[in-house]
């Protein structure tokens, strides 16, 4: 009995030794302590209960530099499936009231994730996202804003993104997310099981101009994410319908 202290200490030191080692080395090339903690959770919250699949060429995402990663919004687990999709550090503009979910708040902050106002009208976000970019940082945003029915078209989405890439010549890559669990509750959605798959698409750049972009100029490139978010939509329903026939 004298030594049971000792068998605890084991009990508890060894896994936490084990975790340590698997984030260690599973770690992304920017990734603060912290984020390589909890990104060894990710995995196996993204892998083992939403058997995640990522479809695409990974080397989409630039491996340094500035570079905006969006995505459709059909589920609040989609962040977490977009970051398993990929080694690079995600920063995401997320809605102020997510940002300050209780208990995951500090994660949110750990991560350094930007609270956004939903009215539109929140240059501290957009100062933040540019100052992060110019570090050669990556941020990930949402362009149709919140959570959507996943039958809804993608023909309309802000044009903050545009002007994010105008002003900091990042390069903007899509991504589409399939499969999430179509539910707003962070908690329900991470915990409910899924067989999610996050299909990657090309980088896309906005046009160089020493010129200040027009509204028109903006809302082109929008419209070009838009697409590209469509193409992968489509792809990814042909896939599933092929699935299905064999």
């Known amino acids: 009995m004298e030594n049971d202290w000792i068998i605890w200490l084991l009990v508890i030191a060894l896994p936490l030794a084990a975790y340590g080692v698997v984030a260690f080395f599973g770690r992304g090339p920017e990734d603060s302590i912290f984020v390589a903690l909890l990104r060894v959770l990710n995995t196996l919250i993204t892998r083992g ?8 060429s990974k080397e989409s995402l630039p491996a340094a530099g500035p570079c905006i990663v969006v995505a459709n919004h059909r589920s609040s687990v989609d962040p977490f499936l977009v970051a398993g999709a990929t080694r690079r550090w995600i920063s995401y503009l997320m809605a102020r009231e997510y940002y300050e ?3 995951l708040h500090w994660m949110f902050r750990g991560l350094r994730c930007i609270p956004v106002n939903r009215d539109g009208s929140d240059l501290g976000a957009t100062r933040a996202a540019l100052k992060t970019l110019r570090a050669g940082r990556v941020i990930g945003i949402f362009p149709q804003g919140g959570i959507r029915d996943p039958d809804d078209e993608l023909d309309v989405a802000k044009a903050g993104v545009a002007l994010l890439a105008a002003r900091s010549g990042a390069p903007v890559v899509p991504f589409f997310v399939d499969g999430s ?3 707003d509750s962070v908690y329900l959605s991470m915990l409910r099981p899924s067989r999610s798959r996050v299909w990657c698409g090309e980088p896309l750049t906005f046009p160089p101009s020493e010129q200040k972009p027009t509204r028109k100029e903006l809302e082109e490139f929008t419209r070009r994410i838009l697409a590209a978010l469509s193409d992968l939509r489509r792809r990814s329903k042909e896939s599933a319908a092929a699935a299905r026939l064999t």
């Open 49 to 56: 209960i939403h058997r995640l699949t990522v479809i695409g």
């Open 101 to 103: 979910t209780p208990v």
């Open 181 to 183: 669990p179509s539910m």
